[in-house]
């Protein structure tokens, strides 16, 4: 049995931490949670419910929204960071003075840094510059609204100390929301990052008008080129077979309520990138993490064909049909190629 009033902060506000926050307040927690947008705070609390992120979900007394960050995460060891890639290393850099020792630190943003291809954890570890009790990850397939709604669902709790996951694993499991552990924090986040980009092809070749087929071999091919370049950085291939890479990348290339393969669909309709991204105050991971991941690629000498095609496209270097058709003209191989 959890003790009453057990605290559990959630930094971020959007869809995402909203919904961790749903979760974590049925699961007895006490949930500060932080909203970067100001003036928000003031109206999660008046409306009992994030209007602007995720409508249609009444928000307990128990979660608690807050515009003071050093509020939030002081005096609880445990923090779930939910903050957006491009924020993440700001945000982080000024809650870090009201962090104690013992915090345990659950990252659950999905990205690679743009311009240094640092993963999240490595983000946090240059952030903090000390070592706090726990820093793990959460990741996996799981919308935002399906876990806000109670549907059963399952995600990754990664981190080194494999007690310290199991501790997590424990506490964080409630209801319908099923955690499973895993010791490979490089394996998960690069899957979780990766998949966001193939998505983004996903969505653009369902634009296009093409099928099943094609939805099929993009997605397979898909998953090899992220496993390539998550070994490469130091994953399991393994994890990438599991549920933060294969069951995260189904989800997000197929599911109406991913961001990335919508993108991508109004992308292979030819609507510009700029006009489509005006009118969404959702972020999109994959973009920049398009950019960070041929970064990384690069240095690692990993081929990624898919993603330097959805490159050419964000960049409006060619249109989706010319970069569909360029990636065809490539030279045959074995499916076993590690290229």
């Known amino acids: 049995m959890r003790s009453p009033g057990r605290t559990a902060a959630v930094v ?38 994030n209007p602007v992120y995720l409508p249609g979900f009444a928000l307990p007394g128990s979660i608690l929204p807050s515009e003071d960050l050093p509020g939030v995460v002081s005096g609880t060891d445990l923090v779930l960071w939910v903050v957006p890639t491009r924020h993440f290393r700001d945000v982080l850099r000024r809650a870090a003075p009201h962090l104690s020792p013992g915090t345990r630190l659950v990252i659950a943003t999905k990205g690679i840094e743009s311009g240094t291809g640092l993963r999240m954890s490595q983000v946090a570890r240059e952030c903090l510059g000390r070592d706090l009790r726990c820093l793990a990850v959460l990741s ?35 209801g319908s929301f099923r955690l499973y552990t895993n010791r490979d924090v490089v394996g998960v986040e690069m899957a979780g ?9 996903a969505g653009v070749v ?32 393994s994890t990438f077979a ?10 997000t290339c197929t599911g109406h309520l991913s961001r990335n393969r919508s993108v991508g669909v109004r992308l292979g309709k030819g609507e510009p990138l700029a006009e489509i ?28 064909p898919i993603a330097a095609a959805v490159d050419t496209i964000l960049r409006g270097e060619s249109s989706a049909r010319e970069a569909v058709a360029a990636l065809l003209r490539r030279p045959l191989k074995g ?5």
């Open 12 to 49: 971020g506000g959007g869809s995402w931490g909203t919904a961790l926050a749903l979760h974590l307040s049925k699961a007895g927690f006490q949930v500060p949670l932080w909203v970067y947008d100001p003036g928000l705070s003031g109206v999660l609390i008046a409306g009992k419910e």
């Open 140 to 174: 996996g397939p799981n919308f935002a609204r399906e876990v806000a709604r109670g549907d059963p669902t399952a995600g990754v709790l990664a981190c080194e100390d494999l007690e310290e996951a199991r501790a997590l694993q424990e506490e964080m499991s409630h």
């Open 193 to 201: 990052a990766l998949k966001n980009v193939i998505a983004l092809a």
């Open 206 to 237: 369902e634009g296009l008008g093409f099928g099943s087929n094609t939805a099929a071999a993009l997605m397979t091919r898909g998953l090899s080129e992220i496993t390539r370049l998550g070994v490469a950085c130091g994953g399991s291939p």
């Open 242 to 251: 599991g549920l933060a890479g294969m069951g995260d990348l189904v989800l």
């Open 277 to 304: 991204l005006s009118g969404m105050k959702m972020v999109v991971e994959g973009i920049p993490t398009t950019s960070a991941a041929l970064l990384l690629a690069g240095g690692h000498g990993v081929e990624m």
């Open 335 to 339: 499916e076993d190629s590690w290229e």
